[in-house]
């Protein structure tokens, strides 16, 4: 599978598409195993399984060498890396049925994907975790809209955070995104008044019901879709 250093690859699945997990589970690490054995709902085993499974078959195909040559490790937030020397950069995330992996060959990725959901106080968790401004933002749009609105915001902040792979004990509010649904821009970074300008935002619908986001390097020109029917 060939990456060039101007493009980013994003895959999306559906767990539901998928009926035997075998093939998966054989390329799991041990740790990765142990971590199957706790989850409670068999769902998100199936979820766990296959992400960690189809990350190693395409990172098979972008590294070009065995799946059971991939190893990862992991910055001191969590966030993976592949445990060798290689320009390729990966993000993975999942929510519901849905799971998310991106790839670039040329600086750092995050990616997220979340559920939908309108069963909770969206102003005052956006008051908890969004900067004044977003929270501004998103207040003036009508109550039916701004689940929607919320999850852009989310994600796209997610994202970034995880491209800068500093995990969620981050200040999230010292940092804005736009949220609505055109022109996904990171705004402004209380850090580094210029370092919006490194980054790329782009916002998807990978399925009705959810809301995913990719921040990538502002020299990647090019964003790539793939599922399941790529894999053969």
Request: glycine share 4%; net charge negative; charged share 25%.
């Amino acid at each position: 599978m060939k990456l060039p250093g101007s493009e980013a690859h994003i895959w999306y699945f559906n767990s539901n598409d998928f009926d035997e997990l075998d093939r998966y589970l054989q390329l799991l690490s041990q740790d990765e195993l142990e971590r199957v054995n706790r989850f409670k709902f068999e769902k998100d085993r199936k979820t766990y399984v296959l992400a960690r499974g189809l990350l190693r078959i395409l990172s098979e195909r972008y590294l070009n060498i065995h799946a059971d040559q991939v190893f990862f490790t992991y910055n001191q937030f969590g966030k993976p890396s592949y445990d060798l020397q290689t320009l390729v950069r990966f993000n993975v995330s999942h929510s519901g049925e849905l799971i998310v992996l991106s790839f670039v060959a040329k600086g750092e990725v995050g990616v997220d994907v979340e559920r939908i959901k309108t069963n909770f106080d969206i102003a005052k968790i956006a008051e908890g975790f969004f900067s004044k401004d977003e929270v501004s933002s998103l207040l003036a749009f009508p109550e039916e809209k701004r689940a929607k609105a919320f999850f852009n915001c989310w994600t796209r902040k997610e994202a970034f955070i995880k491209a800068k792979g500093v995990g969620l004990s981050f200040d999230l509010t010292s940092f804005s995104v736009s949220i609505n649904d055109n022109s996904p821009e990171l705004l402004r970074t209380q850090w580094n008044p210029n370092e919006k300008n490194d980054w790329k935002l782009f916002s998807f619908v990978p399925q009705e019901g959810y809301c995913s986001a990719l921040s990538i390097s502002s020299t990647i020109q090019k964003v790539s879709h793939f599922g399941l029917a790529d894999l053969d």
